[in-house]
């Protein structure tokens, strides 16, 4: 972890007490079988329900249909009325869940298979008959019912006290490493400075640039990418500037100029790590309408020519879950314009119209992939529109024809309010005004809103103490507070900011994150281990914000399915970029009574290489023909895809079905999008013999790979290759593994058997002198390491797979090992095998 901080007010003592049924302390009375009558407070009537023991995916008691007959049942509190909170289900069957009670209320969810599922109402109002009903009927299972009185002030959450800074922030953005990046109006980027959450204390970081009025977002490696800024005096000229802030080092870099100048920008990280620019002014009157793309990689601009097209300024732009960039608003460009949405697809170059929002909208969050929400009007003090309100529309993109759709609105029309994103899926809406001018302190809405997703309605909170408008910002921080800040327009300014506490933080104590992996392989599972495990009800992912002008450029939220297991939590990461683009993330766990942790910061990644390699369907052209490909008695190819995905690399020991034909090896790339196979060699031995790849988990331009002659390193992505010091010469290495929390250490396997290590990226390495072949099944060769792994849950676990001869594990990093293969070596005997031991 990079960074982490806690703070927390005092609790209210009005909060919501509450309740949690889960069937197991105490279990009901008698033998699982019906349940009737009052049990831990809810009356299940007779003959409705019925109690079990574990079943499914719960590992623990739970209720049930009583019988197969009807898809509804319902339970009453006793005593009554109680607010329903959340419930736990599952079912073998997927179906659609519908929760109603007395008091008018409803929650609808579509139940899925293979996990636990999280329901939370998000009902405010006490009530005493609850209705359950499922389309599957009594393939339902419920558990973790919670229940509580209605709440308290403790309800609204809590303000900190003002705090008085140097600055009133017009752009904020947090950094992997927990500080906050901020700069002003005035000064532009002389004006950057770092705040200290935990100290409070400021850092100035300065930049030649005037970043006023740019766009920014994050590069997958975790640094800011700010791109455009001001010429003074004002207005509507940007700049061409690339700018990027290193958080370790707390220093600025320029990159690459855009082919236009930009002023008001959106930028956006693509799936693939790269950035698309949007929009802004570059002169006065002058939209620049040409896209363009920046990829950090080669420090370069693509214009997407084709996709020409004139877009509002700061346009709220997402990433779908096909990979497409919606762009949800708010469409109008000084007083006049279209509320017509569109996606586009940045590798065609295409704009598809979607749907006419029918209004502007003041701010916009992806609420979950796909989804969008939008609430209040476009503020634009230079043309302001005459009227402003508190419509709130909703649009899900994942639908064949999506379609905006009128939801409830806020309770107080807003422009210039900030939309954040909150770790429990909720959406916090702090400051605006309820007109356009952008400066009219009394007309400024001082109430915080929250918007449940499922019941689709807002709350009315606690009232901040400053006004927050025109150039005022609101980002989430680590510890599940929002960080309010600045605000400025003429006289109006705010150089402060202050602190929100929303209500789950009064709801009792927070779970802990005790570890996690710092990256997290797409696609699979990986341990978040918690002393809290039995109450967790919800793991999330929220991007770091980076907001200006009342739009988060890159925040978004991603609910993660997981079960509980021994000491933790194992979680389904993301399944690929398009759902979380790669770069840094918070990851919380939340507790039945909706209180988070607070955030450990992780990365989504491709997986390391040692759990990538595997063998290539079809090698290069330039390696065999497809009839070899077909008939070929010995393949050993390695193949390796980068991340972020710039090169797939590939790499063979020999090809052909025999002498007369077999092919010597090599290595070779392929850029992503290409056909073409390219040779590499320089630095490499001559004729080499390819048998492992592995790219750095945290840098693409670092490649080891595993060569006839020991490991090789590349720092610039295959163009020059060294080798490195290796104890041993004349050594095949077979696998390389680089260990998931700390990929400087290094593992590489050889044959004859060996294992050694390396804690310094390959510079030197140490072997380990117990890591020996198991004599068990001998061959004409050597027995050799051809696959290592750890346990992301504890990297000191190693496991080594050998060719022949099973598996050894090591409990203690490589130090030890042990043979835990010997009944995988015994299939070999088994007569439908065909096989033969070799004595």
Sequence with gaps: MLGFFLWLPGLDTLAQVTTTVNFDTPPPPGWPGPLDGAFGGIDFGTGQWAWEGPFDVDSTNNIYFADSNGTS?????????????SMSVFSPEPGTLTLSDDAGQTRTQEVTTGSMQLVTTGWTRPSTTVTVSFTAGWALGVDDIIYGTAQGSSGVGQW???????????????????????????????????????????????????????????????????????????????????????????????????????????????????????????????????????????????????????????SFMFVLPDGSVFEAGPGVVNGAGSTMTWRLDVNAQRWTAVGDSLFTGGSAVMYEPGRVMKSGTLGDPDFPLPSVDARTAVIDM????????????????????????????????????????????????????????????????????????????????????????????????????????????????????TSVPQTLAYGTGFFVETSDASTITGVSLVRLGSTTHSFNHNQSYLALPFIREGTGLTVQAPANRNLAPPGYYMLFIVNANGVPSVAQFVRPFPA??????????????????????????????????????SYIYAGSAHWG???????????????????????????????????????HPADSQVVYVGTQDGPYRTTDRGKHWERLAFPDSGVAVWSILAEPRDPRTLYAGTAPVAVYRSHDSGDTWHRFPNAKSLERVRMTFPTRVTRLAADPRGPDELYAALEVGGVMRSLDGGESWTDCGLELVKLADRPHLKSRIVS
Aim: glycine fraction near 8%.
């Design 657 to 695: 079905s025999g002498p007369s034909d077999r092919a010597p090896g090599g290595l070779f790339r392929r850029a992503v999008g290409d056909d073409h196979w390219e040779p590499l060699g320089a630095g490499l031995p001559e004729q080499a013999e390819i048998r492992a790849i592995a790219v």
């Design 73 to 85: 049942r319902t339970f009453a509190f006793s005593p009554a009325p109680q607010v329903l909170n």
């Design 160 to 314: 900190s006290p003002v705090m008085t800074w140097p600055i009133a922030s017009v752009h904020t953005l947090l950094q992997p490493s927990g500080d906050v990046l901020v700069w002003d109006r005035f000064n532009g980027g002389q004006a950057a400075r770092i705040w200290n959450p935990n100290t409070g204390a400021f850092t100035a970081v300065p930049t030649a640039s005037n970043l006023f009025c740019a766009g920014h977002t994050a590069l997958p490696d975790g640094r800011s990418v700010v791109i455009g800024g001001h010429v003074e005096p004002c207005c509507q000229t940007g700049l061409p500037d690339t700018n990027v802030y290193d958080p370790v080092t707390r220093t600025w870099t320029r990159g690459a100029n855009m082919s236009v100048r930009r002023w008001y920008p959106t930028a956006t990280t693509l799936p693939d790590g790269r950035i698309l620019a949007m929009s802004g002014w570059s002169t006065p009157g002058r939209l620049a309408d040409v896209p363009e793309v920046y990829d950090p990689r080669t420090n370069t601009w693509s214009a997407l020519a084709a996709a020409a097209r004139s877009n509002a300024m700061y």
């Design 398 to 513: 994942n639908q064949p024809s999506p379609a905006w759709r009128q939801v409830a609105p806020m309770a107080f029309p807003r422009s210039y309010h900030t939309l954040t994103l909150l770790p429990d899926g909720t959406v916090l809406a702090t400051g605006g005004e309820r007109s356009a001018s952008g400066g009219n302190t009394g007309l400024a809405v001082y109430e915080a809103e929250l918007w449940n997703p499922a019941t689709e309605t807002w709350t009315t909170l606690a009232r901040m103490q400053r006004p927050r408008m025109y150039h005022s910002t609101a980002i989430l921080l680590p510890d599940a507070r929002v960080l309010v800040s600045g605000g400025q327009l003429g006289t109006y300014l705010e150089a402060n900011a202050e602190i929100y506490s929303p209500p789950y933080l009064s709801n009792g104590p927070r779970p802990s994150i």
């Design 608 to 645: 390391p290489l040692d759990d990538s390699i595997r063998l290539a369907n079809d090698p290069p052209a330039a390696l065999c023909s497809r009839r070899h490909a077909r008939r070929r008695a010995e393949k050993e190819t390695a193949m390796a895809d980068t991340a972020p995905r």
